[in-house]
């Protein structure tokens, strides 16, 4: 996953079912599309820090601590279980990425506070052009 940790592929499960779409038979009887879970809760590979973080990040997309990431977009298997990995990872990247720096409260400059004012004016002045039976 990243420099410092590597999920082993015995914690991944794979299912296999078909894919929906068109395509005739080979959509019918090839079982290509593929979900790949992975235990977030109960993984060894992840770092305790880590794992809180990514649990807090994912929880709308967890069922019971297990993250779902399903592929269907490739007519072949092998290229939807290449593509369902990739996405595990950089979703799994997102989830245990550091936060952001805290951003610094600043105010607006003087040229800044007059751009605006002056942009109000405009647009009021606008909306007094277009009037019927106005001033």
């Not at 879970?37 to 807090?56: M, N, Q």
């Not at 269907?72 to 990739?86: P, T």
């Amino acid at each position: 996953m990243t420099d410092r940790w590597v999920v082993a592929p015995a914690e991944l499960r794979e299912r296999f079912s078909r894919s929906s779409g068109p395509g005739g038979q080979g959509v019918n009887t090839a079982d290509s599309r593929v979900e790949l879970s992975f235990d977030l809760v109960g993984s060894p590979s992840i770092p305790e820090p880590l794992r809180t973080r990514a649990l807090d990040r994912l929880a709308g997309r967890l069922v019971d601590g297990v993250l779902t990431i399903a592929a269907s977009e490739h007519r072949a298997q092998l290229a939807n279980r290449e593509a369902a990995r990739e996405r595990l990872v950089s979703v799994l990247r997102a989830a245990v990425a550091p936060p952001p720096p805290p951003r610094r409260p600043t105010r607006p400059s003087r040229a800044a506070k007059e751009r605006r004012l002056a942009e109000k004016k405009r647009r009021g002045q606008r909306k007094r052009d277009r009037r019927v039976d106005g001033e």
